[in-house]
Structure formats: C-alpha cells, structure tokens
C-alpha cells in the first residue's frame, strides 16, 4: 500500500487527537480512523505515542489545546528544534496538532524523557507487539476433551469422521464451513492474555481475558448464528440478513447483522455494556425490553437495576472503548476503580481500597499490555497522588 500524501496524514493525525481529547469524531470519521489505525503496526504505535505524549501533557499540568505552550515547553528543552511552532493565524488548529504530533514521532522517547519532570520514578514506555504467554486458552471439544491452545503451536481441530474443523496458530482460532459437524466449542480464555476466533461465516472475534466464548461448530446451518458470552469480547459480524448474529449475555442480547461491537459481560460484573463502532444492533435485556443501538452509541444495564433499559449515552466512541483486543492498555480519563478492574483480570491478583477517594482518581495513559504489574503500577503513580502496598499476595490502593 503506497503511503500518504502529507495532506492525507495531516488529517489522519487530526483524527487521532480528536479521538482523545473533548471534539467528538462523527461515526464516519471513527470508522476511517479505525480503519486506518488496523492497517498495520506503525499506526497503531503512533497513536500510542500520542496518547502517552498527552498523558504527560496533562501530569505537567498543561492544558492540552495550548498547543504553542506545549511546544515551547519542548523546544526549550532539545538544543536543536526539529520544527517550526505555527500560528493559529495562519493554519487551521488540526495542523497545529499534526505538527506537534509530528515532533512525538521524530524524537520518540528523548521527547519523552525531556517532557517528564520527575526523577526516579520515570516509567519505562515500551512499545512492542507483544502479548503476555503465560497462560493459554483452552477449547472445550463436543465430546468434554480440553484441548491447549499453545500460541506458537500449529494445531488442527478433527471433528466428525476426522474432518477438519478448525486451525489453531499464534493465537487465533480459524474454522472451516464446518459441514455436517455438530456440538458446541467453548474457548476459555483465563486471566492474561487474550485470544481471537474467526467462525466459520468468517466474523471475526476478539476474546478477553477471564472470557468465555461458547458456539456452535456447524455455524453456517444455522438459521440464527448465536454465540454466548461471559466475560467481554469485540465482535466484527460478516454480513448475512437472513441469518441474524446474537450475542447472548447473562444480562442482555445483542442481534446484529453486519456490524462492529464490543460486549462486556463479566460474571459478577456491577453492569453489562455494549459499545457499536459500526452499524447497527438491538439491545434485549432479560425482561424483553428492546432498543436499537446506531453506531457511535453506548448502553450500560446494571446488574443490581435490569428493570428497563437505560437510555442511550450518546458519545462518540474512542479507541478505548476496544483498545484491549490490540493488546494495549489505553485509559482515557478513567476512574481508578475502573482501571484496577481490567488490571485484576490481565494480572490475576486481587486488589483493595483502603479509601473510596482513591477509587475516583482519574488517569491517563497508555501501554502495552505485556508489561509487568510494576511498570503499569509505576505509570500511574507518577500521576496521581496513590500509594501501592503488596500483603499476602493482595494489592492495597491509598489516596495519598
């Protein structure tokens, strides 16, 4: 694929910033930078850059708009300025941001070590492509067999009279029409790490950790193609109108045609939620009650309060709404108590608060997800006033 004239990539930088920041993107605009930030790696760690580059922005306690004071800020601190500030008179705010988006992706991480102001406690940002794999999914065989889904070991799935059913290989599970086959397939997913299944009609699921994913094998006879789910997953539905595609939640079902969504589901949860990138799906809870989601929408139920369903919260919906299924840890704004709950199920620990007011702390930031817990730990310290204990294998969160 040939690159992008610089006009092109100015806007793409200009969609990346609006993603985090207050300007809501259109459902049009988050679709083409999905689209875009799918194509390949390097995109993907741009925007991280971005995204950390932010982070340490707001830490510095400087406003995010003020450009120009960003700008100099940095400036100051390299000897040699890679580029030039521009006036806001003179160029539109998007290419403002495209410039200082720019200098992120020169400089890499002496940006980053001249922008952070702290000493010892500096957290260590490494962008790579990988994934925790100490823990290993697990396919649950119509006949009660369990059969380990090793990442780096090619593995064929028989089914009826030996046919082959599916292929297992660097973490993702691809089956085949799966004709005369019967039964249901569970992947288990356990805390640490994540997986990906492309079913036989070719839609395409990211499972999380701590997940469960339960369906058929003969997919495509089925004149409704339904899946149920604890736990929380990204769905990619291939399009097919006369076979529906149905989530199938403790809580709530989701029915889409051909869409884009993400499920969370998790057993115990305090809510269940369903975010549509694109397209469009119909919410049922357990009572009946029915409401059609448009892309660039978001239902929360509760699992305390499932009465009626709640209202639409009408936001424009950001890359962390999914961010998980790339592997990467990407906390807008979040709540602590938000943000442990994800880290409890990627690390497999326990955690308390030994006040509420901890819980409320916001953050910012974002990371690769194979990081180890004290890296992460050590991120988010560096910008909320929170102190970290371990005791008996339990982690203890105070507001300092």
Excluded at 87 to 111: E, M
Excluded at 152 to 160: A, E, F, K
Excluded at 272 to 300: C, F, P, Y
Excluded at 303 to 315: D, F, Q
Aim: glycine fraction near 6%.
């Amino acid at each position: 694929m040939k690159d992008m004239n610089p006009v092109e990539k100015a806007k793409m930088q200009d969609l990346m910033i609006r993603s985090i920041t207050a300007d809501p993107l259109t459902v049009k605009e988050q679709k083409e930078l999905s689209d875009w930030l799918d194509l390949n790696l390097r995109n993907r760690q741009e925007y991280d850059d971005l995204i950390t580059f932010r982070s340490l922005i707001k830490t510095e306690q400087v406003n995010p708009p003020d450009v120009d004071r960003a700008w100099r800020k940095v400036s100051k601190r390299i000897s040699t300025p890679l580029v030039a500030p521009l006036r806001t008179s003179l160029f539109p705010k998007w290419l403002k941001y495209a410039a200082v988006l720019a200098i992120v992706s020169a400089i890499g991480l002496l940006l980053y070590r001249n922008l952070y102001s702290g000493s010892g406690n500096r957290p260590e940002l490494i962008f790579a492509a990988v994934r925790s794999s100490s823990h290993h999914a697990e396919l649950i065989l119509p006949n009660g067999d369990h059969v380990k889904l090793q990442d780096q070991t090619p593995l064929n799935i028989s089914g009826n009279q030996n046919a082959l059913v599916a292929r297992n290989k660097g973490n993702v599970l691809v089956y085949n029409a799966g004709e005369g086959q019967q039964g249901y397939h569970k992947l288990i997913v356990p805390e640490g790490t994540q997986y990906e299944i492309i079913l036989p009609d070719k839609s395409h699921v990211w499972v999380n950790s701590g997940s469960e994913l339960t369906y058929r094998v003969d997919f495509n006879n089925a004149a409704i193609r339904e899946v149920k789910l604890v736990g929380e997953a990204y769905f990619k539905v291939a399009k097919d109108k006369k076979h529906p595609f149905i989530v199938k939640t403790d809580h709530m079902d989701v029915e889409a045609v051909g869409t884009a969504f993400n499920v969370i589901a998790y057993k115990g949860g305090d809510y269940a939620e369903t975010a549509l990138v694109e397209g469009i799906v119909n919410v049922t809870d357990k009572h009946g009650n029915k409401q059609r989601m448009l892309a660039g929408s978001k239902i929360r139920i509760s699992n305390k309060k499932v009465n009626v369903l709640p209202a639409l919260e009408k936001v424009s919906l950001a890359y962390d709404d999914y961010a998980w299924k790339d592997g990467v840890f990407v906390f807008d704004n979040m709540p602590l108590e938000e943000i442990c709950e994800q880290i409890t199920r990627w690390y497999h620990i326990k955690i308390v608060f030994t006040n509420d007011g901890a819980k409320k702390l916001r953050f910012t930031g974002s990371m690769q997800k194979d990081k180890p817990l004290s890296t992460v730990l050590k991120f988010i310290s560096t910008s909320t006033t929170v102190k970290f204990e371990f005791k008996n294998s339990t982690l203890y969160i105070t507001k300092a």
